[in-house]
């Protein structure tokens, strides 16, 4: 059985810091194949206003852990206070280490073989 976890696992309401105490839970499920993670709802979480760079680590950590076919992104944006276009840019203009076929993955190729729909 696969599992997904939503929103790198840190519930509704919590910011940092404490929100990445939920990422380093989070993290320990890396070395299972079948769990994957969305990040949702990153700007949900920072510390800071656009770009987030309070959660740039986080999503290196995660991405380094759980790699580009099992981490996806998501906006999340019912229940967030930014723009859809700052969560896109978040991840398509702000994380220098993500580009090319990884950035394609991250944005929806991965999740699309991950759940079936290739």
């Known amino acids: 059985m696969r599992l997904l976890i ?11 810091p404490e929100a990445a105490v939920c990422v380093a ?4 499920l890396a070395s299972l194949p079948n769990v994957a ?20 680590h986080l999503l290196r950590q995660v991405f380094d ?6 981490m996806f992104w998501g906006t999340d944006i019912a ?6 276009l700052e969560c896109v840019d978040l991840f398509v203009t702000e994380l220098d280490w993500l580009q090319g076929a990884n ?5 929806g190729g ?9």
């Open 65 to 70: 852990a759980f790699g580009t076919e099992r």
């Open 25 to 28: 839970a989070l993290l320990r």
């Open 103 to 107: 950035l394609d993955a991250m944005m």
């Open 79 to 84: 229940r967030l206070n930014v723009s859809w």
């Open 37 to 56: 993670v969305k990040a949702t709802a990153v700007p949900g979480f920072a510390s800071d206003t656009y770009p987030f760079a309070s959660t740039h």
């Open 110 to 118: 991965a999740l699309r073989d991950w759940i079936g729909w290739t």
């Open 6 to 16: 939503d929103h790198m696992g840190v519930p509704p309401f919590v910011k940092l």
